[in-house]
Structures are given as C-alpha cells and as structure tokens.
C-alpha cells in the first residue's frame, strides 16, 4: 500500500512537468539520482551496450525496409505506392496511409533521442535533478549543438538512405527560433544536411500546433514517405493523443497499427523522458497478475 502510494506519487512528480501527449518535447526523468549517481533510465538509453544495440537493430531494420521497398517501388510505374503516414480521417481502429502517385521518396525522423542524443542536457539534468525547465532546455537548443551525439545506427541508416535517392526529413519539436542551431547540432553529428522548411520542419511549422500530423501532412503532399523513425507514439501519429496509458499500449499493439512496426514504423528506446513515462502502479501490472510473496509476513 505504502509502495503504491510511493509509486503513485512519484509518478504525479513524473506528469507535473509535463504534458503526457504527443506535444511533450521533454520531460523530467523518473527516477531521482542515487546521490552522485545517474538515473537508471538515463544510464540504459546513454551508458549502456543494450540500448546501444536496440537502436544499431532498429535503424539496420528501416534500411533492409526501405532498400527491399526501393527495389520493387517504381514512380513512375502503373502499380499503386502507399505512403506510411495516415490519411486525414484515418484512425487508430481504421488506419487508411496517404497515396503516393509519383512522387519521390522520403523518410521521415524525429530529431530528440532518435537521431541525436542530447548528451549535454541531460548530464546537467542528472547532475541537478529538478523538474523539467522549457527556458534550459530553449538555452540547450541554443548552445548544445557540440554536445550531441549520433543515435548508434543512426549515421549508416542516413548515409544508406539517401544513397538510395531517399530524402530525409526532419519533423522535431525544437522552436522554429533555433532552426539555425539545430540544423548546426545535425551537422555537428554528422546527420545533416538539415535545411529549415525544406528538409527541417520544426515546432509550429505548417499549422502553428505542436502536435506533428500538420507537418506529416504537408510532407506526405510533396513525398512518399517510406519510412517514419521516432522515440515517442507522436512521432507516427498524433491519435494516440489523450488516450491513458493502457489505452495507448492497447492500441499501439492492436492488429493493424501493430503491424507498422518494423514495416514502415521504427522506434527507438528512450526510457528517460516522454510520453512512454507515467503509467500508475495500477495501470503498469493488471490486478490479475499482482504476487505476493508467499514468505511474507502477515
Ligand atoms: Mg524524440
């Protein structure tokens, strides 16, 4: 009892910060440092070999998916090409994917621990602790561009793609005041070229909302998307927002959404911020698979 309410508690500190939907850009990490320590989920996504081999096995996915599309995805040929961002109208139960036409291929990534890890924002986060601060995080994209590292995978995955005569696009939540930064930090990484409103769409680009459907939209209108990389559900669609935790588990897993991934859909881990934090005691074990331990004490 004393456990959940512990638990419970600490995942309010977790939402106090932030915005549990697809609009979240950053949020405070769950787990409070061991003094002088890192928190557990910052040292699996930056300091471990595991997560490291997520990301190399998730990028080497999207590349074997887009060369084996490539080969048989003609143009300018009479046979139908589907992109893989949602139709206006489509929803989570009735997933309906934008037609291409002829148009060239893309592929579509979020920046913020997909593409680049922001390695200088969160040292001083696991240093200082605290709640989530939009203004450090503003002074971050400012100055961090040096700070930043490539995603593993994520440089060969770029490389391969545009070898393939697929254009990467950028769909991030950074400000549209710092495109000139984050387009520096893509570079620094070895990521780029970024270029603002042709390759690099930002926050409140398109539509002046947060959420990414606007951008993905106007993107889809120009290109056939091939492939979208992301560490949040946001980063694929914007329905998933609003929904609780189990809902978005539910459906993330359900038979037609849950068939995108690894075909079209790649995610990365991010287990430090965002919005695949902040599920109760409750809603992360279902009553019916709680144990107690039989030697405990009464
Ligand atoms: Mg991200």
Redesign the pocket.
Known sequence: MIRSALLLAAAGVALSGCIVDTHVVQAPPVQAAPAGGVPAGMQYLYGSGEAAALSAQAYAALVDHVRARMAKDDPRGSGPRTSVVLAPGATLASPRFQSCGDKPAAAVF?????LLLNLGYESYDAEHGGAYDAARWDRWEKTGAMKVAAVPGALDAVRALRAMGVTVIFN?NRAAANAEQTEAALTFAGLGPARHGETLFLKGDVDGKSGKDGRRDAIAQRWCVVAMG???LG?FTDLFAGLIPPERRMAAASPVIGSMWGRGWFVLP?PVY?TGLGSTYDQTFPSATRWTDPQEKH
């Open positions: 979020d920046v913020d621990e997909t991030t992301g560490d949040q980063d991010n965002g």
